[in-house]
């Protein structure tokens, strides 16, 4: 299986101020039909997780624009330009490229 | 508007069964993949099982061969049949389905919490 490896596992910011995490995969995301299938998802307390981008850099539908994505092959980050008290909570990237699809641990976003 | 809801979860001892509904609105359900992932109490997401339009069904490594996914178009339902269930698998399990294009789940469940204990 793929394994996904974000970094850092905890980030406390203020808010104003960016933040970015990072996401490393064992193996390529690049599908056979060229796409490469990452995605970011965001998770607050006592919620189901939210979709924030896919294929890297896609922003879904009322996603922000202060959250981007980026990256290529196996490395991999997201970037908050501006943390607002509601970006509270933990953020996941996770692969679709393999059948076996796989989570990064996720990483803690808390405000200073 | 979309909307998943989950239902079926509860406690059951070691070596039970329990089978997880999905029934969904809002979209055209046979178009599109659907997943179940679970989360066990305060740790992350865990990918358990995708079923594609064509039926085509994966697995994780720790659920496979004990885990049946399924659907049923008529009703916009899907399914995870669970067999031989394991302390390791108490989690919330949530529904969701993926984007149109891209493979990324886009729209969630509330979830439903499956506890394993004697």
């Known amino acids: 299986d793929i394994v996904m490896t974000q970094t850092p596992l905890s980030s406390p910011v203020i808010v104003g101020q960016p933040a970015s995490i990072s996401c490393r995969s064992t193996q390529s995301l690049v599908h056979s039909d060229g796409n490469t299938y990452l995605s970011w998802l965001h998770q607050r307390p006592g919620q189901p997780p939210r979709l924030l981008i896919y294929?890297?850099?896609n922003r879904f539908s009322g996603v922000p624009d202060r959250f981007s994505g980026s990256g290529a092959g196996t490395d991999f980050t997201l970037k908050i330009s501006r943390v607002e008290p509601e970006d509270v909570g933990v953020y996941y990237c996770?692969?679709?490229?393999?059948?076996?699809?796989?989570f990064g641990q996720g990483t803690k976003l808390e405000i200073k | 508007e979309v909307r998943l809801l989950e239902s079926g979860g509860g406690l059951v001892q070691p070596g039970g069964s329990l089978r997880l509904s999905c029934a969904t609105s809002?979209?055209?359900?046979?178009?599109?993949?659907m997943n179940w992932v679970r989360q066990a109490p305060g740790k992350g997401l865990e990918w358990v099982s995708t079923i594609g339009g064509a039926f085509d069904t994966y697995y994780a490594d720790s659920v496979k061969g004990r885990f049946t996914i399924s659907r049923d178009n008529s009703k916009n339902t899907l399914y995870l049949q669970m067999n031989s269930l394991r302390a390791e698998d108490t989690a919330v399990y949530y529904c969701?389905?993926?984007?149109?294009?891209?493979?990324?789940?886009?729209?969630w469940g509330q979830g439903t919490l499956v506890t394993v204990s004697s």
């Open positions: 294929q890297i850099s």
């Open positions: 996770m692969q679709t490229a393999a059948t076996s699809r796989t």
């Open positions: 969701a389905k993926d984007v149109a294009v891209g493979l990324a789940p886009d729209y």
């Open positions: 809002g979209f055209t359900f046979s178009n599109y993949v």
